[in-house]
């Protein structure tokens, strides 16, 4: 598996567990699928590759997935990107080797576009009972705001070379 199939794993996994809870119970099921199975998928995908695999934003609904430096770096071009009308499922992922104490580590980014069916918990006019869970859940969020086609965050990968 190459960093692309990961993060096509990673990405097709969660929409689809998004996607049978919202026909389950709506969007505060979907929330769940995000505060307790999207980590567990990145665990499990990280755990089969011996890659650390995970998802970031500039606007966090999760501290634990804060950008470091470069990854910062990376959203805010790709930010930049759709501002400069790329479409925000054509950004092209971004990459980099860094050296650490450690050895080399091969750095990769892909975004994640804020779909129409993002909008109901990461857009501008969220519903009462969907700003409740999100408050009960994740007191410090962020991540509102966003329109359709702008980009909402990045699975990222890490892994030793």
Same mark, same amino acid.
């Given at each position: 598996m190459? +960093?692309? &199939? /990961?993060? =096509? =794993?990673? *990405? +097709? $996994?969660? =929409? #689809?567990?998004? !996607? @049978? @809870? !919202?026909? &389950? #119970? #709506?969007? $505060?099921? *979907?929330? =769940? %699928?995000?505060?307790? %199975? *999207?980590?567990?998928? /990145? +665990?499990d995908i990280s755990a089969e590759t011996g890659w650390d695999v995970g998802r970031t934003s500039l606007k966090l609904r999760n501290p634990d997935n804060a950008p470091d430096e470069w990854e910062r770096a990376v959203l805010e071009s790709f930010d930049a990107e759709v501002a400069a009308g790329t479409p925000a499922d054509e950004v092209a992922p971004s990459h980099e080797v860094i050296q650490t104490e450690d050895g080399a580590r091969f750095r990769f980014m892909a975004a994640i576009p804020a779909g129409s069916q993002c909008l109901a918990c990461h857009g501008e006019d969220i519903d009462s009972d969907i700003q409740h869970a999100l408050e009960r859940l994740y007191p410090e969020d962020e991540a509102t705001g966003y329109q359709a086609g702008q980009v909402r965050g990045a699975f990222t990968i890490t892994q030793e070379m």
């Open positions: 190459d +960093s692309r &199939e /990961a993060i =096509q =794993q990673f *990405a +097709s $996994t969660l =929409q #689809g567990e998004l !996607m @049978a @809870a !919202m026909e &389950e #119970g #709506g969007p $505060t099921e *979907a929330i =769940q %699928v995000c505060n307790e %199975v *999207a980590p567990e998928i /990145a +665990s």
